[in-house]
């Protein structure tokens, strides 16, 4: 059985930095393409980031390129999303997601593993 459980949120100030961690388990996670999405009140869960196993560079939303990074380390079970110059309209749940097969996907749908997600709130 995959598990997968957050940490690392919390409250900071526009442009401040934070990382995000998710600790998995289960015997199929370190061949899985996983990922980080985020869900606003009353919104769907957005894709962030998602990265493929072994030596991917990761892929990004739009509105994260350039100032979020994603990495996983499967020797430590570990998948990370560092945010750096942080926004208001950052501020959401992060939930990290693992999908069976090494695609990654940027639709939440098609990840059948989710963390219970950690609130990061970015003040203006």
């Known amino acids: 059985q995959v598990q997968l459980v957050e940490s690392g949120g919390g409250l900071v100030e526009t442009g401040g930095s934070l990382r995000l961690s998710c600790a998995f388990s289960?015997?199929?996670?370190?061949?899985?393409?996983m990922a980080w999405f985020r869900q606003k009140p009353g919104k769907e869960r957005d894709f962030v980031a998602g990265i493929r196993p072994i030596g991917d560079a990761g892929s990004y939303a739009n509105s994260v390129r350039g100032r979020f990074t994603i990495s996983r380390d499967d020797a430590k079970n570990t998948l990370y999303l560092q945010m750096t110059n942080l926004k208001p309209e950052d501020t959401a749940v992060y939930y990290c997601?693992?999908?069976?097969?090494?695609?990654?996907?940027?639709?939440?749908?098609?990840?059948?593993?989710w963390g219970q997600g950690t609130q990061v709130t970015v003040s203006s």
């Open positions: 289960g015997r199929t996670v370190s061949t899985s393409a």
């Open positions: 997601a693992a999908r069976r097969v090494a695609v990654v996907i940027n639709s939440a749908p098609y990840y059948e593993y």
